[in-house]
T-cell receptor, first 113, second 111 residues
Framework: EAAVTQSPRNKVAVTGGKVTLSCNQT?????MYWYRQDTGHGLRLIHY???????EKGDIPDGYKASRPSQENFSLILELATPSQTSVYFC????????????FGHGTKLSVL | QQKVQQSPESLTVSEGAMASLNCTFS??????FRWYRQHSAKGLEVLVS????GEKEEGRFTAHLNRANLHVSLHIREPQPSDSAVYLC???????????FGDGTQLVVKP
């Protein structure tokens, strides 16, 4: 079974601080995604990647950067965290060929105070 | 842009009664459809995938797709309290390699 691991599971940050959320997948999937989930908004796509070295903007990229240094790792970076970025963040990986099912991590709960 | 809407927002059923969830999408060229389940603040797990009109069954979970009506549904047979979760509809478009999610239906199954 595919495995997607996120770290940390919980994070409390201060406004203006830098936050890095990490994601690792062991499936050798080309595609990786970062979503945030908020009540009333469902899952919204922040950034995604087609492979090592590539990052693409999703639907709500403002205030976020992404980094894909390798096939396995995909990070989400908040350079200057704001309270509006308090949310639950999910990483997912998927196969590029057929847009098939996504495998999700367990999520990171981020609180920005 | 693809719009995916789910109904109802929340649904309460008794254990053993059929649960039916609905999902409509705006772009008829959509390719793949999946239903995911999310237990409170945990990751999502896929329940059933459907790629062509008709019905697809995975255990107690059955998806129905009608592209002409821009509608996909999920039916849960003999639901159990452990099925209480948020159910998300996902619509994929190979044309732009994008996946769009609905806002989810909160299902509560009462013993």
């Amino acid at each position: 079974e595919a495995a997607v691991t996120q770290s940390p599971r919980n994070k409390v940050a201060v406004t203006g601080g830098k936050v890095t959320l990490s994601c690792n997948q062991t499936n050798n999937h080309n595609n990786m995604y970062w979503y945030r989930q908020d009540t009333g908004h469902g899952l919204r796509l922040i950034h995604y990647s087609y492979g090592a070295g590539s990052t693409e903007k999703g639907d709500i990229p403002d205030g976020y950067k992404a980094s894909r240094p390798s096939q396995e790792n995909f990070s989400l970076i908040l350079e200057l965290a704001t309270p509006s970025q308090t949310s639950v963040y999910f990483c997912a990986s998927g196969d590029a060929v057929s847009n098939e099912r996504l495998f999700f991590g367990h999520g990171t709960k981020l609180s920005v105070l | 842009q693809q719009k995916v809407q789910q109904s109802p927002e929340s649904l309460t059923v008794s254990e053993g009664a059929m649960a039916s969830l609905n999902c409509t999408f705006s772009d008829g060229t959509s390719n793949n459809f999946r239903w995911y389940r999310q237990h409170s603040a945990k990751g999502l797990e896929v329940l059933v995938s459907i790629f062509s009109d008709g019905e697809k069954e995975e255990g107690r979970f059955t998806a129905h797709l009608n592209r002409a009506n821009l509608h996909v549904s999920l039916h849960i047979r003999e639901p159990q309290p452990s099925d209480s979760a948020v159910y998300l509809c996902a619509v994929s478009m190979i044309s732009n390699n994008r996946i769009f999610f609905g806002d989810g239906t909160q299902l509560v199954v009462k013993p």
